[in-house]
């Protein structure tokens, strides 16, 4: 595993001193937006890295999890700090960056909004609470996810989010935040956003970086939910879905994700990524796709019935 990480971050490097990434995004024939090849490319390239526009910790994580870049706590909980006995940072650097919407959180009584998220086991509203922290402190736009595709609603979850709605502006007004800090927060925004991040957040699962953390991650996994925490991403999220992928997303020690060719591709050729977990069966596949991203794959791997 520590070779793994060695040899990607040694390709990542070497992409970089080779210039901007070989991709560009354009409109594909039946997908909407696309990333396609600009060169060849060989497999192993790390095409590009990206870091999230908002992230956010699973809520059993909080103190495992840096509050910032999601990076697990090293060891058996040496290293890094923690804000109030609240959240975990793993270094100064991630409390200065999250400094500008972690004080408007500390600001609130989170209670009313987390006990709603946690009895319906609900972990894409903390997204969107951490976003309009980030807007009411100035480190984002309001309008900083509208360039993303959003999910279609039905009535049952858009009667969910306006109650969730609801919880979340009360929480601000009762913490005294000033009304022309809050003027973006409308029920319609909360909806719009919420719709965009349920497409598009990345489920984040770290890479191990040595044998303990493997050993770790392994237990984890068995005893809860794997993943550290959740994230959208602008470029990656212009990835579309193939069963059969040419291209991956992976994460080795935080939330900043690296995009990675896994075949040789040709110039011209449209990279895509798997939504979801690729071992399982067709009908499997064709379901959850069809439930959480809106879509029936047509992709050659679900057309040959494999």
Same mark, same amino acid.
């Given at each position: 595993?520590?070779?793994?990480?060695?040899?990607?971050?040694?390709?990542?490097?070497?992409?970089?001193?080779?210039?901007?990434?070989?991709?560009?995004?354009?409109?594909?024939?039946?997908?909407?937006?696309?990333?396609?090849?600009?060169?060849?490319?060989?497999?192993?390239?790390?095409? $590009?890295?990206?870091?999230?526009?908002?992230?956010?910790?699973?809520?059993?994580? /909080?103190?495992?999890?840096?509050?910032?870049?999601?990076?697990?706590?090293?060891?058996?909980?040496?290293?890094?700090?923690?804000?109030?006995?609240?959240?975990?940072?793993?270094?100064?650097?991630?409390?200065?960056? &999250?400094?500008?919407?972690?004080?408007?959180?500390?600001?609130?009584?989170?209670?009313?909004?987390?006990?709603?998220?946690?009895?319906?086991?609900?972990?894409?509203?903390?997204?969107?609470?951490?976003?309009?922290?980030?807007?009411?402190?100035?480190?984002?736009?309001?309008?900083?996810?509208?360039?993303?595709?959003?999910?279609?609603?039905?009535?049952?979850? /858009?009667?969910?989010?306006?109650?969730?709605?609801?919880?979340?502006?009360?929480? *601000?007004?009762?913490?005294?935040? $000033?009304?022309?800090?809050?003027?973006?927060?409308?029920?319609?925004?909360?909806?719009?956003?919420? &719709?965009?991040?349920?497409?598009?957040? *990345?489920?984040?699962?770290?890479?191990?970086?040595?044998?303990?953390? /493997?050993?770790?991650?392994?237990?984890?996994?068995?005893?809860?939910?794997?993943?550290?925490?959740?994230?959208?991403?602008?470029?990656?999220?212009?990835?579309?879905?193939?069963?059969?992928?040419?291209?991956?997303?992976?994460?080795?020690?935080?939330?900043?994700?690296?995009?990675?060719?896994?075949?040789?591709?040709?110039?011209?050729?449209?990279?895509?990524?798997?939504?979801?977990?690729?071992?399982?069966?067709?009908? &499997?596949?064709?379901?959850?796709?069809?439930?959480?991203?809106?879509?029936?794959?047509?992709?050659?791997?679900?057309?040959?019935?494999?």
């Amino acid at each position: 595993m520590f070779h793994l990480r060695r040899r990607l971050l040694c390709t990542a490097a070497a992409a970089a001193a080779r210039g901007p990434p070989p991709i560009r995004v354009a409109l594909t024939e039946s997908s909407g937006r696309g990333v396609f090849a600009t060169r060849s490319i060989a497999a192993g390239e790390v095409l $590009h890295s990206a870091q999230p526009v908002v992230s956010h910790p699973s809520p059993s994580l /909080l103190h495992e999890v840096c509050y910032s870049c999601l990076r697990r706590k090293a060891g058996n909980g040496g290293g890094g700090d923690t804000s109030g006995g609240i959240c975990y940072f793993c270094s100064d650097a991630c409390r200065e960056h &999250a400094k500008g919407f972690n004080e408007v959180e500390k600001n609130a009584d989170w209670s009313l909004f987390d006990d709603h998220c946690s009895s319906r086991g609900l972990k894409y509203p903390y997204m969107v609470k951490r976003l309009a922290c980030m807007v009411i402190s100035g480190s984002v736009s309001a309008d900083c996810l509208d360039i993303l595709q959003p999910a279609r609603l039905h009535q049952g979850t /858009l009667t969910e989010m306006e109650e969730e709605f609801e919880l979340l502006d009360s929480t *601000f007004r009762k913490a005294g935040i $000033h009304e022309e800090q809050t003027t973006f927060l409308t029920k319609e925004w909360y909806i719009n956003v919420l &719709a965009r991040i349920r497409i598009n957040a *990345f489920r984040i699962e770290l890479v191990a970086s040595s044998y303990e953390d /493997l050993l770790s991650s392994a237990l984890a996994s068995v005893s809860c939910d794997a993943a550290v925490g959740n994230a959208v991403y602008m470029l990656p999220s212009f990835y579309n879905h193939d069963c059969d992928p040419n291209t991956h997303i992976v994460w080795l020690e935080s939330a900043d994700a690296r995009l990675k060719a896994l075949r040789d591709i040709e110039e011209g050729e449209e990279l895509r990524i798997c939504y979801i977990d690729a071992s399982m069966d067709v009908d &499997a596949r064709q379901k959850i796709l069809a439930d959480g991203f809106g879509f029936q794959c047509r992709c050659l791997r679900c057309l040959s019935g494999d």
